[in-house]
């Protein structure tokens, strides 16, 4: 193919690409938290808890709860799954091979800083991020630099962060980001360091040949969006039905005798490293807790670790990272939101 010619074609792909992700974040994301920012400043709420609604508790584990929460959840988020089905797949088959691999490939922190930085605008929650983090190590991004755009997604969400503040004060906001910052880059550059000491178990590909032609291009792009649906929704769906079903289970009756204690500090953290939301989910359920009485330290916990990860975007995930990877990210999320809620006892924060 002569160069002019191939030339051309990476132009057409990354403005394809580039059309995608800023109609499709403006469309999903950007627009309607625009307006959500209004309601929560002038509301002090975004909604009710999608957890428990306004009950004390969670509906007792049944089919008829796991299909609620499910159905609820897909609702809040099926728009960000498709728009992150569509970016995953699209990476692989519209960005030029060896790109991701020159701006996210480095194992230091540089490539860590830019996929956290990536990340922001996105906005998504863990597991709509999940497909895109997906087409990134696909493409060859370093773990560190994919998982700080993982947990960036959530984690340093601007939006969430002004309806934080506005619903549950600026206080908590600061508590968030001072220790959702290191958590994101921190954890990033753990992870690069340990994929240095240790061999990936999982061996990426090699990349693939520059796409011929603009059709072939759409061919590919089609038969990896599918490829990708087809094994990533079925196990996503199935979790998410389990976590509905017993969600009774992980989040007891909550009212003012789930104070500050280390095991309910412990107890949370553990239950929100693991649930799903959809973005910014934690803000009304934290709300609706602290209402109800749940002690500071409790309420920071779940505020730090509900977002990040959980155990659908896990699983999601399992082919692109080491096992021993995923599992040291979800403990040390769980840390961090142990850690959050013992600053948000020391502080007094309620």
Same mark, same amino acid.
């Given at each position: 193919?002569? /160069?002019?010619?191939?030339?051309?074609?990476?132009?057409?792909?990354?403005?394809?690409? /580039?059309?995608? @992700?800023?109609?499709?974040?403006? *469309?999903?994301?950007?627009?309607?938290? *625009?307006?959500?920012?209004?309601?929560?400043?002038?509301?002090?709420?975004?909604?009710?808890?999608?957890?428990?609604?306004?009950?004390?508790?969670?509906?007792?584990?049944?089919? +008829?709860?796991?299909?609620?929460?499910?159905?609820?959840? %897909?609702?809040?988020?099926?728009?960000?799954?498709?728009?992150?089905?569509?970016?995953?797949?699209?990476?692989?088959?519209?960005?030029?091979?060896?790109?991701?691999?020159?701006?996210?490939?480095?194992?230091?922190?540089?490539?860590?800083?830019?996929?956290?930085?990536?990340?922001?605008?996105?906005?998504?929650?863990?597991?709509?991020?999940?497909? !895109? !983090? $997906?087409?990134?190590?696909?493409? &060859?991004?370093? #773990?560190?630099?994919? !998982?700080?755009?993982?947990?960036? +997604?959530?984690?340093? +969400?601007?939006?969430?962060?002004?309806?934080? =503040?506005?619903?549950?004060?600026?206080?908590?906001?600061?508590?968030?980001?001072?220790?959702?910052?290191?958590?994101?880059? %921190?954890?990033?550059?753990?992870? +690069?360091?340990?994929?240095?000491?240790?061999?990936? @178990?999982?061996?990426?590909?090699?990349?693939?040949?520059? #796409?011929?032609?603009?059709?072939? !291009?759409?061919?590919?792009?089609?038969?990896?969006?599918?490829?990708?649906?087809?094994?990533?929704?079925?196990? *996503? $769906?199935?979790?998410?039905?389990?976590? =509905?079903?017993?969600?009774?289970?992980?989040?007891?009756?909550?009212?003012?005798?789930?104070?500050?204690?280390?095991?309910?500090?412990?107890?949370?953290?553990?239950?929100?490293?693991?649930?799903?939301?959809?973005?910014?989910?934690?803000?009304?359920?934290? &709300? @609706?807790?602290?209402?109800? %009485?749940?002690?500071?330290?409790?309420?920071?916990?779940?505020?730090?670790?509900?977002?990040?990860?959980?155990? #659908?975007?896990?699983?999601?995930?399992?082919?692109?990272?080491?096992?021993?990877?995923?599992?040291?990210?979800?403990?040390?999320?769980?840390?961090?939101?142990?850690?959050?809620?013992?600053? @948000?006892?020391?502080? =007094?924060?309620?």
């Amino acid at each position: 193919m002569p /160069v002019a010619t191939v030339s051309s074609a990476r132009t057409v792909r990354w403005s394809v690409f /580039v059309l995608l @992700a800023i109609a499709g974040l403006f *469309y999903v994301k950007w627009y309607p938290y *625009y307006g959500r920012a209004f309601i929560a400043a002038s509301e002090h709420s975004i909604g009710r808890s999608i957890l428990m609604g306004d009950a004390a508790s969670a509906p007792a584990p049944s089919w +008829n709860a796991a299909l609620g929460y499910a159905l609820a959840y %897909g609702k809040a988020i099926w728009q960000a799954m498709v728009l992150g089905l569509l970016l995953g797949s699209g990476i692989q088959a519209l960005l030029p091979a060896d790109w991701v691999r020159r701006a996210l490939g480095g194992r230091g922190f540089g490539s860590v800083l830019a996929g956290g930085l990536l990340a922001i605008p996105g906005m998504m929650c863990t597991c709509c991020a999940a497909p !895109v !983090v $997906v087409g990134l190590r696909k493409h &060859q991004a370093a #773990p560190g630099a994919a !998982v700080a755009f993982w947990l960036g +997604n959530t984690t340093l +969400n601007p939006a969430t962060l002004v309806f934080t =503040g506005f619903v549950l004060g600026w206080h908590w906001t600061l508590l968030r980001t001072a220790l959702g910052v290191p958590m994101v880059f %921190g954890l990033g550059y753990l992870v +690069n360091r340990m994929a240095h000491a240790h061999a990936p @178990a999982v061996e990426l590909p090699s990349l693939p040949a520059e #796409p011929r032609s603009l059709a072939e !291009v759409a061919r590919r792009w089609l038969r990896l969006f599918v490829q990708m649906a087809a094994r990533l929704i079925p196990e *996503y $769906v199935v979790i998410v039905l389990l976590l =509905g079903a017993a969600r009774a289970w992980m989040f007891p009756h909550v009212g003012p005798d789930i104070g500050n204690e280390w095991l309910w500090i412990a107890a949370l953290a553990l239950a929100g490293t693991l649930f799903v939301i959809p973005t910014a989910g934690e803000v009304p359920i934290v &709300q @609706a807790m602290l209402a109800l %009485g749940l002690g500071g330290g409790p309420a920071a916990a779940l505020l730090l670790t509900l977002p990040p990860v959980s155990l #659908p975007s896990l699983a999601m995930l399992g082919r692109s990272f080491r096992v021993r990877t995923l599992l040291a990210i979800a403990t040390a999320v769980c840390g961090f939101g142990m850690l959050g809620g013992a600053l @948000a006892v020391w502080l =007094g924060m309620h």
